[in-house]
């Protein structure tokens, strides 16, 4: 029997047009060992669009792609184009609209890829579930008196009930299936009113899970735990901002921003989910064919967990991390001279040649 998925693609910008196609070919290879095929409709929203129709998407751009199983997304930013105006043209709609309140991103020392940190080895295994949708990055405030010396601005951080309920639950499921512990980011000694409520969801969500051992630490002494000792997190739930902080420290812990992959959930699925590497589009090195792809690739395997083949996903998993482990072929972000091309050429190899 073959099951047949539609994939919306949204390359972007810069590197995140050459490593889309790679992702895309280790999708087919793995779909045709397990009945699985991927159509695909690809977009060009970008700030190369921006700059050529005022808009990173088109005014109906997210009625085109919510009816797709899931969304796979390149980077997106471009100098010339402020950040925020292509963080909240096209990603951030896409994950406040399809209510992907869940942002999880696997931090893992590979094989073959050393980490910064002369400490970190193969125990470094663990994963960031960051709100998504909420919190810090909200569009509530304003600005006043521009221009004059008492010039002001305001933002406000939104904590809903409902909001933190949901992604607590998600990261204490997500412990308790991988027979872990969770540790929550918090800075209630500082911020006192979100974090306190923070910290008392929390501790009702842990009573929902009593067998999933828990603590909370302050952000800025979690983050130099997890440079001094990235082995003993297994699960850590942050809040937008934290967690967005915290997922890029660990990835760089991890060897490489090139290999880090991020889900965007909606785990209700009433909506696509969308899955994206964690780097942006490398404009130092846009356009020379020498991206590494791993990041878009295991992203690409997350996908195929979400959308319930876990088989196929570890498949994928289990190619690149035997060409990581078994030979010396990199791309020049981790010190080789393979271009994304030929590492790519590798990893199919080792996707259709394994049993
Ligand atoms: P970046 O991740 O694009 O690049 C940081 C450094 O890492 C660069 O030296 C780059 O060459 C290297 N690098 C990143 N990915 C790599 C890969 N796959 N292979 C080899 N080397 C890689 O971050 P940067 O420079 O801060 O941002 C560039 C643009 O990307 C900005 O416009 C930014 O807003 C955007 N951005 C977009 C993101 C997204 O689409 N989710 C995330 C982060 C940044
Ligand atoms: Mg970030």
Same mark, same amino acid.
Request: proline share 6%; hydrophobic share 45%; with cysteine.
């Given at each position: 029997?073959?099951?047949?998925?539609?994939?919306?693609?949204?390359?972007?910008? /810069?590197? @995140?047009?050459?490593?889309?196609?790679?992702?895309?070919?280790?999708?087919?290879?793995?779909?045709?060992?397990?009945?699985?095929?991927?159509?695909? !409709?690809?977009f060009? =929203?970008?700030?190369?669009?921006?700059?050529?129709?005022?808009?990173?998407? %088109?005014? !109906?751009?997210?009625?085109?792609?919510?009816?797709?199983?899931?969304?796979?997304l390149?980077?997106?930013? =471009?100098?010339?184009?402020?950040?925020h105006?292509?963080? =909240?043209?096209l990603? #951030?709609?896409?994950?406040?609209?399809?209510?992907?309140?869940?942002?999880?991103? %696997? #931090?893992?020392?590979?094989?073959?890829?050393?980490?910064?940190?002369?400490?970190?080895?193969?125990?470094?295994?663990?994963?960031?579930?960051?709100?998504?949708?909420? @919190?810090?990055?909200?569009?509530? @405030?304003?600005?006043?008196?521009?221009?004059?010396?008492?010039?002001?601005?305001?933002?406000?951080?939104?904590?809903?009930?409902?909001?933190?309920?949901?992604?607590?639950?998600?990261?204490?499921?997500?412990?308790?299936?991988?027979? @872990?512990?969770?540790?929550?980011?918090?800075?209630?000694?500082?911020i006192?009113h979100?974090m306190?409520? =923070? !910290?008392?969801?929390?501790?009702? *969500?842990?009573?929902r899970?009593?067998?999933?051992?828990?603590?909370?630490?302050?952000?800025?002494?979690?983050?130099?735990?997890?440079?001094?000792?990235?082995?003993?997190?297994d699960?850590?739930?942050?809040?937008?901002?934290? /967690?967005?902080?915290?997922?890029?420290?660990? *990835?760089?812990?991890?060897?490489?921003?090139?290999?880090?992959p991020?889900?965007?959930?909606?785990?209700?699925?009433?909506?696509?989910?969308?899955?994206?590497?964690?780097?942006?589009?490398?404009?130092?090195? *846009? /356009?020379?064919?020498?991206?590494?792809?791993?990041?878009? #690739?295991?992203?690409?395997?997350?996908?195929?967990?979400?959308?319930?083949?876990?088989?196929?996903?570890?498949?994928?998993?289990?190619?690149?991390?035997?060409?990581?482990?078994?030979?010396?072929?990199?791309?020049?972000?981790?010190?080789?001279?393979?271009?994304?091309?030929?590492?790519?050429?590798l990893?199919?190899?080792?996707?259709?040649?394994?049993?």
């Open positions: 029997m073959n099951t047949r998925y539609r994939i919306a693609l949204i390359p972007g910008d /810069g590197i @995140g047009t050459e490593v889309l196609p790679p992702a895309r070919a280790v999708l087919d290879a793995v779909g045709r060992r397990h009945g699985l095929s991927f159509g695909y !409709d690809t060009d =929203w970008s700030c190369a669009r921006y700059r050529a129709e005022g808009a990173m998407m %088109p005014d !109906d751009g997210l009625d085109r792609i919510r009816h797709h199983d899931a969304v796979l390149g980077a997106v930013g =471009w100098p010339g184009v402020p950040d105006v292509s963080l =909240w043209g990603l #951030i709609p896409i994950r406040r609209q399809f209510r992907q309140y869940v942002n999880l991103r %696997p #931090i893992k020392v590979l094989d073959g890829v050393p980490s910064p940190l002369a400490g970190a080895t193969g125990d470094v295994d663990f994963v960031v579930v960051r709100e998504n949708v909420e @919190g810090e990055y909200s569009e509530i @405030g304003g600005r006043l008196n521009r221009g004059f010396p008492d010039e002001m601005a305001v933002q406000e951080a939104v904590f809903t009930r409902p909001g933190v309920e949901r992604v607590l639950d998600y990261a204490f499921t997500t412990a308790r299936r991988r027979g @872990g512990d969770l540790v929550s980011a918090t800075k209630s000694n500082g006192v979100t306190p409520f =923070w !910290d008392e969801l929390v501790r009702e *969500a842990a009573g899970f009593p067998e999933v051992a828990w603590r909370q630490e302050h952000i800025d002494a979690l983050v130099a735990k997890v440079v001094l000792d990235p082995a003993r997190f699960v850590i739930v942050g809040s937008n901002l934290f /967690g967005d902080i915290l997922s890029d420290l660990a *990835a760089a812990v991890a060897g490489s921003i090139g290999l880090a991020a889900a965007n959930l909606n785990p209700e699925r009433a909506y696509p989910s969308m899955f994206e590497p964690v780097h942006g589009s490398a404009p130092d090195i *846009a /356009g020379q064919g020498t991206a590494n792809p791993l990041g878009a #690739i295991w992203s690409a395997s997350m996908m195929l967990d979400h959308l319930g083949h876990p088989e196929a996903a570890a498949e994928v998993f289990d190619a690149f991390t035997s060409v990581l482990a078994m030979t010396g072929v990199r791309t020049r972000d981790l010190g080789g001279t393979a271009s994304t091309e030929d590492f790519t050429r990893i199919l190899e080792a996707v259709t040649g394994s049993q």
